[in-house]
């Protein structure tokens, strides 16, 4: 049960040093992870707009937002939602690592602002300015389209913002992957350190879709549950009533830093990122490969990257969105890498069965929910787990009430229309 010694350079050992969150439970990581252990479910009925008129009518939509006063009340104003999820968990990860411009000034300006990078991608960036410029334009005319459609709509800006923000003049673009989105800059900011690009890099993801043209978007792709009756039971991964995913929004970011950066600033260091691997199964617009062959391509790519042996392995935040294909393609991909006996004594859970499916912030959001699961010695349960379907049969899904788990090493699974992660 070893974790082999694959890179030993502490330049090129890469650790987590600050989490950030913005969530449907709120902007604080610890309340998260509690509520998560606790079975909460965060999916209710839509109130931003009135989706009467949709199949579907709730989500796990963040109501009542609080920037705790991290975005000023002009770009307050002025900001489409994931601008200000991704500068909220942003900020509160850098508060959390200690180097937040106005939270530890000392300590931030010892850094050297041009290796310290921002990868905070997302699936679709701004929609809602997206959505009110078009109708605008519509309505109208082009001279009533605002300003900021342009660079509030593109999924880069908002690193961008952080970056200007904290100063930060290290690599800085954004990665769109669709829900494997933050994996994919994670991986990326991880070789950046590795290749000595970087000291630091702020990863993760950000996604605020619970609106109109989201909901209306994916209604058209028949993707979503139409539990209306039942939203909170509506989310329920490997169950055989499932019906669909459930959409969610937030944002989940990392500060991750070489070993050395980190112990050379006595950084308190929450967890090490091993390895993760990319793959595309190259088989479906939208649906997984049956076999789930780019899934177990993809896992396999990380534990080689990670120097990680197999049997290591005890723990798997699953993608498992809830979807009729998906949910049995991933449990096939995970038999196919890990072998029986091994996944008995492996836990495997659901974050998107209380908080949806967050899109372009789901890989950071469950990135956060898998360093806690470690830090904390529990996992969180998968709800809404009555009539498990057969592939999920001898598997420990950790059906609807947390448990005490040890984790040697843990193994977060994102997954995107067109790619893996």
Known sequence: MAVRAQVTDPKKRVVITGMGIASVFGNDYDHYYNQLLDGVSGIDTIS??????????????????????????????????????????????????????????????KLNKARVGVLIGSGMGGLQVLQDGVANLVQKGYKKISPFFIPYAITNMGGGLVAIDQGFMGPNYSISTACATANYCFVAAANHIRNGDADCVLAGGSEAPVIPIGLGGFVACRALSQR???????????????????????????????????????????AEYLGGGLTCDAHHMTDPHPDGLGVSTCIDLALKDGGVDRDAVNYINAHATSTLVGDKAEIKAIKKVFSADQLKNTKINATKSMIGHCLG??????????????????VHPTINHESPIEEVAGLDVVPNVKAAHQINVGISNSFGFGTWS
């Open 48 to 109: 931003r707009f009135d989706a009467s008129e949709f199949p579907t009518t709730f989500a796990g939509q963040i109501k009542d937002f609080d920037n705790e006063g991290l975005v000023d009340k002009k770009n307050a104003r002025r900001y489409d939602d994931c601008l200000t999820y991704t500068m909220v968990a942003a900020k509160k990860a850098l508060r959390d690592a200690g180097i937040e411009k106005e939270g530890n000034p000392e300590a931030h300006e």
């Open 228 to 270: 209306c009756d039942e939203p909170k039971r509506a989310s329920r991964p490997w169950d055989e009533n499932r019906d669909g995913f459930v959409m969610g929004e937030g944002a989940g970011v990392l500060v991750m830093e070489s070993l050395e950066h980190a112990q050379a600033r006595g950084a308190t260091i929450l």
């Open 361 to 378: 912030a789901a890989g950071g959001m469950e990135a956060i929910a898998t360093i806690q699961a470690i830090r904390t010695g529990y």
